[in-house]
């Protein structure tokens, strides 16, 4: 239980909480974000490890000397990468072996598979980029695309776009806006709204997919 509030409190005070990782840890804190993100995106039963809001808190920190930019973007940028790109290959190698019964096992069946395949065949790459915006999304979506075998040359080169334009929307955003006034006095209930806004395109989905049954 310690452990769950622990994680809400990183998620919903994440601007508190880098002060301390800055503090005590200094240069290593680079290694520290390019964790969260890389076991965000890159391990299937994270998705709720902050992403977006922590792009936009570390840019905000960034424009304050506490990081810096060009360094942050490449730290981020790797560990998107490589996360989606090890999520792929998890997929790859187990998600047809998953047990029915198991928790992943209620998320990816073979009808799901078999429809996740025709999904990338249709919409390919696009769907790898637009996930990168969308927390639970980002991390299902590399692992379903290896566990429905979608071509790796393919995966890639959408995987590298949709890092380099996530990484740099939140990055950017944060380096030029989290210092204005207003947003910098609301720090905690802006970070609430991104994580809102984020997930907000998959509850639409998931709600119009339910009217529609």
Known sequence: MEIIQGLISFILHIDKH??????????????ILFLIVFIETGVVVFPFLPGDSLLFASGAFAAVGSFHIALLWIVFFVAAVLGDTMNYQIGKKVGTS????????????????????????????????IARFMPFIRTFAPFIAG????????????????????????????????????I??????????????????????FLRSRFKK
């Open 18 to 31: 880098l002060v301390d990782i800055i503090q005590n840890f200094g240069g290593w804190s680079y290694a």
């Open 184 to 205: 910098k006095d609301n720090f905690s209930t802006v970070l609430l709204l991104i994580i809102f806004i984020s997930i907000l395109p998959g509850v639409i989905g």
């Open 98 to 129: 998953i047990p029915p019964k198991s928790f992943l096992g209620k998320w990816i069946n073979q009808e799901k598979m078999f429809k996740a395949q025709q999904f990338f065949d249709k919409h390919g790459g696009k769907t790898i980029v």
């Open 147 to 182: 566990a429905s075998q979608m071509h790796y040359r393919y995966f890639i080169i959408y995987n590298v776009v949709g890092a380099a334009l996530w990484v740099t929307l939140g990055t950017v955003l944060g380096y030029f806006f989290g210092g204005i006034p207003i």
